[in-house]
């Protein structure tokens, strides 16, 4: 590499990490306030906010890659049009394509950064971040229930136990449960209760060998049932996160995805790797658009007009991407070309935005009878 090259290099990796940070840091910003929301309703304790964070930095950075790379290749670019450096450069007879070795070389590594988050480290931390609200959600739905006092549970109900069996327990005696149905009286009686995880992962507290009343006593309809088991929900349902096919493929390993790759469930397996695969591939074509992108008059106006273009483009991408993902997931599109043909779409305006620069053409060619501005 000539010292051009090498320099371009250093260029957009430094700014790379700039643009990673503040990028990073926005984004983290926004996930940190969901979770300070969560603890001040009283949802989460403050002590583990760090730890929730931190699960979520992997598919933080899935996101955050793609367009910090993108934004460090427009800025290095924008400041050698801006400073006349491309001119001197072509002066050398390396012209745009030339320089694409150096972009090549940073976006090789980041490449293989977002293949391993997106594939790998992310769905991890998805799935041990499941695990972890799941584990909170049953704390504080256990710390609920204080012997000698009554409580409050969702949907209206009120329950109340009289004393714990043993220090530490997680079985109780004397239980009262009042269950809010409309105007209907709803009341459970049991001399004994235990906490258990239901099958979902949910707490509950199973009554034992207990009475349910239905009904206004002295009055028509009223009911006394004898039960061996009674099972009380403690604390909200446990949001369901399995997706169509009564999987959750955003966290579901590779394995997972291989296994299902052939069978009755492939639609969904084939469109979680596209989507998981999608990103890494867009990067470099990203950095491909980002430099004619980047193109300003020395002495013209401001350098936002690109970035502007730039931004709407991938938010129009990204609307695109998440509406042919969930028809594909639906069966209303097939999986194949599926979410390459994005990739498409993005390798041609970038392809042909580059051959307009690199032959100091315009962008968006001149109509015959109009002067070029």
Known sequence: MTRIHMQLVRNIATSFLLTGLVVFAILAIGQMTQLLRQVASGQLPLSIVLQLLGLAVP???????????????????????????????????????????????????????????????????????????????NAAAEAMLQPGSFTKLPGGRVIYVGQSVGKNSHRFREIFLSIAQGKQLDLATAAY??????????????????????????????????????????????????????????SASLSQLGHHL?????????????????????????????????YSEPRGG???????????????INNIVIYVKEHMMSGRMPVFPGL????????????????????????FPVWPGRRAS
Do not use: H
Not at 209 to 225: C, E, M, N, S, T
């Open 59 to 137: 598919t933080l950075l899935v996101m955050v890659l793609p367009l910090a790379f993108f934004f460090a290749v427009y800025l290095v670019f924008s400041n050698l049009y801006r400073s006349n450096e491309m001119v001197a450069i072509r002066s050398t007879g390396t012209g745009l394509s030339g320089l694409l070795p150096s972009v090549a070389v940073v976006a090789a590594g980041v490449f293989c950064l977002e293949l391993i988050l997106s594939l790998s480290w992310a769905p991890g931390a998805q799935r041990q971040l499941q695990v972890e609200s799941v584990r909170l959600a």
């Open 302 to 316: 401001g350098r936002a007009a690109g970035m502007l273009v730039g931004i709407l483009f991938l938010l129009a």
């Open 193 to 250: 209760g235990e906490i258990k995880p239901s099958q979902d992962g949910a707490l509950t507290l199973v009554l034992v060998d207990g009475q349910r009343y239905l009904g206004q006593p002295g009055q028509d309809g009223f009911k006394v049932l004898s039960f061996a088991r009674y099972r009380v929900l403690l604390g909200n349902p446990v949001t369901s996160t399995a997706q169509p096919g009564g999987i959750n493929w955003g």
């Open 262 to 294: 052939w069978g009755t469930e492939r639609r969904f397996a084939v469109t979680e790797l596209e989507w998981r695969l999608l990103w890494p591939l867009a990067l470099p074509l990203l950095a491909l658009l980002a430099i004619p992108l980047a």
């Open 340 to 363: 390459f043909w994005v990739l498409l779409l993005i390798l041609a305006v970038a392809m042909y935005t580059f051959f307009r620069r690199s032959r100091d053409l315009p962008i």
